[in-house]
């Protein structure tokens, strides 16, 4: 097994589990790993999947960081609540991680994926006064301030090449299609398999994403992903007064580098755009693909902030 692929597996390091309990009967899961007294990197998965996203990041980091991550409201282990799902949810319900997790003095590298960089965004967006006190620095990866997918420009006839059409076709029904019923399905698919979503992905890789697709109900991936589909954070880039790093796949058919771009731009007029990349072949799961060079930037930004 390749030195990526064996990342994947279950973190080999102690873990200490808390519950963070939010209004509506809803709660949050949270695990920490490393040395207690290492230096916090809060890790913030995406949509439909769980904490096990970060495997990667927690086998590479935990020697000697403190990592932490949890699982988003509804997903894994925590309860979606009785609260109607919106998404003002993803930036309070990490605040409430930070304030549980983080201390004073000793802020955090806070790093989001995908629905993950729209609830750091969101955050940010709600609470701008937490951004400087919890974190150290941001990274954004893979992930948009609007909709993580739409099919807005076939919507509206715009010019698009055949080629184009079908991906913005595939990336929707991959989208949608995981709010089913048994939509998880979908990844031991021939199409998944084909890589028309994620191209050149392992089939390690693939069969691991079925894998934690399963631990959250489809009824929570409906509720949230009909909730995402009127996203709208860009506000959140403002008050990122602290480092940012923007990372995107070229070939990420779900959160494309022409949306990581604009998160880019923005960030960039205020100031705190600290680096933006574009990985070359890497996919919406750059941080599997390539998590020596993920892990890595993550320790970087860590050091920067001493």
């Known amino acids: 097994m390749s030195g990526g692929q064996s990342l994947l597996q279950a973190p080999q390091f102690a873990v200490r589990h808390t519950v963070v309990d939010r209004p509506g009967g809803a709660s949050i899961a949270v695990y920490e790993y490393g040395p207690a007294d290492g230096d916090p990197v809060v890790l913030v998965h995406g949509f439909a999947v769980s904490a096990r996203y970060w495997n990667p990041q927690i086998n590479g980091l935990a020697g000697r960081f403190r990592v932490i991550t949890y699982d988003q409201r509804g997903h894994g282990r925590s309860e979606l609540g009785s609260e109607t799902t919106v998404n003002e949810h993803l930036g309070q319900d990490l605040s409430a991680v930070l304030e549980h997790t983080v201390a004073d003095g000793r802020p955090a590298v806070v790093v989001g994926h995908s629905m993950g960089g729209m609830s750091v965004m969101s955050w940010a967006a709600q609470y701008p006064s937490e951004v400087g006190r919890y974190a150290r620095s941001i990274v954004l990866a893979g992930t948009s301030a609007t909709s993580p997918v739409t099919k807005r420009p076939v919507r509206l006839g715009k010019p698009v090449s055949v080629v184009r059409r079908v991906q913005y076709e595939t990336a929707w029904l991959a989208f949608t299609a995981i709010h089913w019923p048994g939509g998880d399905l979908l990844m031991r698919s021939g199409m998944m398999a084909a890589g028309m979503v994620f191209p050149g992905t392992g089939r390690a890789q693939l069969i691991f994403l079925d894998t934690i697709l399963r631990d959250t109900d489809w009824r929570t991936r409906e509720k949230v992903g009909r909730?995402?589909?009127?996203?709208?954070?860009?506000?959140?880039?403002?008050?990122?007064?602290?480092?940012?790093?923007?990372?995107?796949?070229?070939?990420?058919?779900?959160?494309?580098?022409?949306?990581?771009?604009?998160?880019?731009?923005?960030?960039?007029?205020?100031?705190?755009?600290?680096?933006?990349?574009?990985?070359?072949?890497?996919?919406?799961?750059?941080?599997?693909?390539?998590?020596?060079?993920?892990?890595?930037?993550?320790?970087?930004?860590?050091?920067?902030?001493?």
């Open 227 to 306: 909730s995402l589909e009127g996203l709208s954070v860009a506000r959140g880039l403002s008050a990122m007064d602290v480092p940012v790093a923007v990372l995107v796949g070229s070939r990420d058919r779900l959160t494309p580098p022409r949306l990581a771009i604009r998160v880019a731009d923005a960030l960039r007029y205020t100031g705190s755009l600290e680096r933006f990349e574009t990985w070359r072949d890497a996919t919406h799961l750059l941080n599997w693909e390539q998590p020596h060079r993920f892990n890595a930037v993550i320790a970087d930004l860590s050091a920067a902030g001493h």
